[in-house]
């Protein structure tokens, strides 16, 4: 069975950091770029980083980069997320996810839909 | 960024009805590179629609994707119990990638 799941979220007071886990299963974890999108309560979802197959090309919104690292360990099938400088508007559900096989991707950047997500893992900055 | 706005917000139907889904884009949307998912509290989201039409692995044919530039819809043809939940289009011709703010499907 293909499988996310993230763990790692908690509560973490602002400028606090956080790294967040996403074992895969199921899929050739070491052929697909994968990403973190986040859910604000109450809001839409927002793509937040995308790192390529052999992990070396990375790319973050702007809302999160120079705060933000993703990573990946293809030996552990994971996927991570290093937040750091954590501000309340971080708050939210964030997921990891696959990209479509039919992705492509230039200097701007990976463009594919995601086919594969996990449940999530909740991230709550707050005094 | 291209801006999707998705419409209505809300949408209260009875099972069996259509639901008809609207993401309008600020900008052309680059090949149709536009995608649905589906999204039920304490679920993983599930990928529809990708390429604007065409349905992914395992999606039921009652699901249909359209539309290209600006202007797409999810179209559900009869809509069965475990239809109801928030649905959301995505761009990723263009970046940065983004999506829509949702519909809520709820029964009526």
């Known amino acids: 069975e293909v499988q996310l799941l993230e763990s790692g979220g908690g509560l973490v007071q602002p400028g606090g950091s956080l790294r967040l886990s996403c074992p895969a299963s199921g899929f050739s974890f070491s052929s697909y770029a994968m990403s973190w999108v986040r859910q604000a309560p109450g809001k839409g979802l927002e793509w937040v980083s995308t790192?390529?197959?052999?992990?070396?090309?990375?790319y973050y919104a702007d809302s999160v980069k120079g705060r933000f690292t993703i990573s990946r360990d293809s030996s552990k099938k994971t996927l991570y997320l290093r937040m750091n400088s954590l501000r309340a508007e971080d708050t939210a559900l964030y997921y990891c996810?696959?990209?479509?096989?039919?992705?492509?991707?230039?200097?701007?950047?990976?463009?594919?839909?995601?086919?594969?997500w996990g449940q999530g893992t909740l991230v709550t900055v707050s005094s | 960024e291209i801006v999707l706005t998705q419409s209505p917000g809300t949408l209260s139907l009875s099972p069996g009805e259509r639901a008809t889904l609207s993401c309008r884009a600020s900008e052309s949307v680059t090949s149709g590179s536009l995608a649905w998912y589906q999204l039920k509290p304490g679920q993983a989201p599930r990928l529809l629609i990708y390429g604007a039409s065409t349905r992914a692995t395992g999606i039921a044919d009652r699901f249909s994707g359209s539309g290209s530039g600006t202007d797409f819809t999810l179209t559900i043809t009869r809509l069965e119990a475990e239809d109801f939940a928030v649905y959301y289009c995505h761009q990723y011709g263009s970046s940065p990638q983004t999506f829509g703010q949702g519909t809520r499907v709820e029964i009526k």
């Open positions: 790192i390529g197959a052999n992990g070396v090309i990375t």
């Open positions: 996810a696959k990209l479509h096989h039919t992705y492509s991707y230039d200097s701007n950047g990976y463009y594919g839909a995601f086919d594969v």
